[in-house]
């Protein structure tokens, strides 16, 4: 298949929806597919930075929006619309895949004017949303064309269903489970397992309050305290504003690290003694999590339902209430000082995480993409087979009408010889008691009203008694 996968977001910043999108093109073309990708981009061409091997566009200049407690850089205007009309003319595409149709960016223009069927997944897991309500008699029509949807979860599905009616199938995010099972720690953030005080990661836009650095920065305190010489490292971009707010005592112990890449990334989850993710919400997944447990990592998390979900409901990570430092902080220490229970819960994870691997993901994406594309040729049989009936009824009523045309002109035809038939009889009857010929006015003769010896006279025919007079009998 010639598959077109569009992204909503700049591809040169992180973030999830980018990574899946990144990898998905990947594991597409693993499985022989060709694949282009289309995602906002000013006047440059694309790099090794954008994370995509090959076949990405760029589509305009990328304009910063706050979007579900984030800032989305997202492309769109005239010529932005132009650029995504002239990638779908020339990308000779079977199908197009569309991520976040309902943000104002690529996926809503390519939508719009997309001629082959459209494959919409849907990311973002909203409680309430007046924009969205509001908008959703301008997106209903074009969510309308959409041959198939996916929610990457239950949440992300739910907002689908109450915020843009319809439903939707679940694929959840894929991981490459094995880039993390097989990372290396680094020795920079190792903690127990080299004989040193315990280190914690986290990973995160750092300056987004929704990923809830603030209320791990809360749990510092009473992490120093139960366990001396404790790090926190994380990583992300951001200016860490939580993190100032601390007294210098608690500051020292986090380590910021500013972004990291993708592989820095998976060596620091195959270092830390535990990963936190402390989000108080817009969280519709949990990738992060998923890359965590694949690394080894042990798990705590905020009990927000996405992440219970992912976590088994606590089976194979620890919950901890929502924007609770103290609980956090307890959980911490929980997992640190129950070594048995850890290692269960973490060899639990590495059997769980084989469900997210993009191997089976992208095998459910083409299994969607061929139900779409056996879907849409069975519609265009149907409809050749409707226009084969139009056309043989319009046929039919045509010689229908040729045939009456016909029979008319034969009937026309036929009444007029019976016509002519019997005017010639009527013109060669004998004559009447007068001599006119039947049908003829007597008074119009021109021997009208002479005796008949007269007209005998001049040949005439008998007379009244059909006696021809004394010639004839002589």
């Known amino acids: 298949m ?59 200049r990328v304009v910063a929006v706050p979007f579900n407690g984030s800032v989305a850089r997202l492309s769109f205007g005239p010529v932005t619309n132009s650029r995504v009309r002239r990638w779908l003319a020339t990308g000779g595409w079977d199908l197009v895949h569309v991520h976040e149709p309902a943000s104002p960016s690529l996926g809503l223009l390519a939508l719009l004017a997309a001629e082959v069927p459209v494959v919409a997944t849907f990311h973002s897991a909203l409680d309430r949303s007046r924009a969205m309500r509001a908008a959703q008699p301008l997106l209903r029509p074009g969510f309308e064309r959409l ?14 269903v109450e915020h843009l009616g319809g439903d939707a199938v679940v694929v959840p995010n894929g991981v490459r489970v094995a880039d993390f099972a097989d990372a290396q720690p680094d020795p920079r953030w190792l903690g127990a397992r080299a004989g040193r005080p315990p280190v914690v990661g986290f990973l995160g836009r750092v300056d987004e309050p929704r990923k809830g650095l603030a209320v791990l920065a809360g749990a510092v305190p009473r992490l120093r305290a139960q366990h001396p010489g404790v790090r926190v490292l994380v990583a992300g971009s951001g200016d860490g504003e939580a993190l100032r707010a601390l007294p210098a005592e608690d500051a020292a112990a986090l380590v910021p690290l500013g972004p990291v890449s993708e592989a820095d990334k998976r060596a ?55 924007g609770d430092s103290a609980a956090l902080a307890a959980a911490v220490h929980d997992v640190l000082g129950d070594p048995a229970s850890t290692a269960a819960r973490r060899d639990a994870a ?28 069975a519609r265009a049989r149907a409809d050749a087979r409707t226009h084969e009936r139009a056309d043989a009824r319009t046929h039919d009523r045509a010689d229908a009408r040729t045939h009456d ?6 009937h026309d035809r036929a009444d007029a010889r019976a016509n002519d038939r019997a005017d010639d009889r009527t013109d060669g009857g004998g004559p009447d008691a007068t001599g006119a010929a039947d049908g003829a006015d007597p008074a119009r003769r021109p021997d009208a009203g002479r005796p008949w010896r007269a007209r005998r006279r001049r040949g005439a025919g008998p007379g009244p008694s059909g006696d021809r007079g004394p010639a004839a009998r002589r």
């Not at 999830?16 to 000013?42: C, I, N, S, T």
């Not at 949807?149 to 992300?156: C, G, L, M, P, Q």
């Not at 590495?350 to 040729?377: C, I, P």
């Open 147 to 160: 041959s198939a949807r996916i929610a990457v979860s239950e949440d992300a599905r739910r907002t689908v």
């Open 268 to 322: 620091l989850l195959a270092s830390v003694d535990v990963y936190v993710a402390p989000q108080i919400g817009g969280e519709s997944f949990g990738i992060v999590l998923v890359e965590a447990m694949a690394a080894g990592a042990p798990v705590v998390a905020s009990a927000l339902p996405a992440f219970r979900r992912v976590l088994g409901q606590g089976a194979l990570g620890a919950l901890f209430p929502v």
């Open 405 to 410: 045309r016909a029979d008319a002109r034969t």
């Open 350 to 377: 590495a059997l769980a995480v084989r469900r997210y691997d993009w191997s089976v993901v992208a095998d459910e994406l083409v299994a969607v993409y061929e139900t779409v594309l056996q879907g849409d040729r």
């Open 2 to 60: 010639r598959i077109g996968i569009v992204c909503p977001y700049a591809l040169d910043v992180a973030g999830g929806v980018q990574l899946h999108v990144r990898d998905q093109a990947r594991e597409l073309r693993r499985l022989g597919h060709e694949v282009g990708v289309l995602a906002p981009g000013g006047e440059r061409a694309a790099s090794a930075e954008d994370g995509v091997d090959e076949g990405l566009e760029l589509a305009g």
